[in-house]
Nanobody, 114 residues
Framework: QVQLVESGGGLVQAGGSLRLSCVAS????????MGWYRQAPGKQRELVAR???????NYADSVKGRFTISRDNAKKTVYLQMNSLKPEDTAVYYC????????WGQGTQVTVSS
């Protein structure tokens, strides 16, 4: 049973920073893609950023230059450093593992006040 546990969400003022972490536990060996998605109220879930074992990284256009994704394979952990946060970044952020089987975390709330 694989579980993803996110942490680091919270309330921050516009222009501030947060760092999200997601740890994968359970029997999982090679992890291909690790990433973050978000879902704002009334909107569809969207990709924020993802990083592959090859080193390839994808970012949503809306976060390029502000967010940085990284991973620690030994710790089965993926991070999302979010800087220059905007109110439109407010959403529930979900951790995701992209493998032969996909896994999702429970989500962590990020709220950016103006």
């Amino acid at each position: 049973q694989v579980q993803l546990v996110e942490s680091g969400g919270g309330l921050v003022q516009a222009g501030g920073s947060l760092r999200l972490s997601c740890v994968a536990s359970g029997i999982i060996f090679m992890i291909n893609g690790m990433g973050w998605y978000r879902q704002a109220p009334g909107k569809q879930r969207e990709l924020v950023a993802r990083i592959f074992s090859s080193g390839n990284i994808n970012y949503a256009d809306s976060v390029k230059g502000r967010f940085t994704i990284s991973r620690d394979n030994a710790k089965k952990t993926v991070y999302l450093q979010m800087n220059s946060l905007k109110p439109e970044d407010t959403a529930v952020y979900y951790c995701h593992i992209e493998n032969a089987i996909n896994y999702w975390g429970q989500g962590t709330q990020v709220t950016v006040s103006s």
